[in-house]
Nanobody, 124 residues
Framework: QVQLVESGGGLVQAGGSLRLSCAAS????????MGWVRQAPGKESEFVAG????????FNADSERGRLTISRDNAKKKVYLQMNSLKPEDTAVYYC?????????????????WGQGTQVTVSS
């Protein structure tokens, strides 16, 4: 069983940056695929970025490539989402997710564990 706790959300002006963190406990962190998913008010959830356990291969939703960067530190059991040039449309609750597999996927249903989410609000 893996527990995930996100942090780092908050209120930021458009054009600013935030770095979200997700701390994992339980399980073998390095063997889990990790991802970030966001849900904006009144919208469906959207996969943002993922990273494999070994090798740290990253993959993003096409629309966010370059602005939202995922990384991980297996020794610290943490995954990060660096968000730059933030826009009001990035406002959402951001969830950290883990999958008991090393195979990359952008399908949210493939992830087994979820954090409680952290709110990001971007003002114009």
């Amino acid at each position: 069983q893996v527990q995930l706790v996100e942090s780092g959300g908050g209120l930021v002006q458009a054009g600013g940056s935030l770095r979200l963190s997700c701390a994992a406990s339980g399980g073998t962190f390095s063997s889990h695929l990790m991802g970030w998913v966001r849900q904006a008010p009144g919208k469906e959830s959207e996969f943002v970025a993922g990273i494999t356990g070994i090798g740290g291969m990253t993959f993003n939703a096409d629309s966010e490539r370059g602005r939202l960067t995922i990384s991980r530190d297996n020794a610290k059991k943490k995954v990060y989402l660096q968000m730059n040039s933030l826009k009001p449309e990035d406002t959402a609750v951001y969830y950290c997710a883990a999958r008991r597999s090393m195979w990359a996927t952008m399908k949210e249903d493939d992830y087994n564990y979820w954090g409680q989410g952290t709110q990001v609000t971007v003002s114009s």
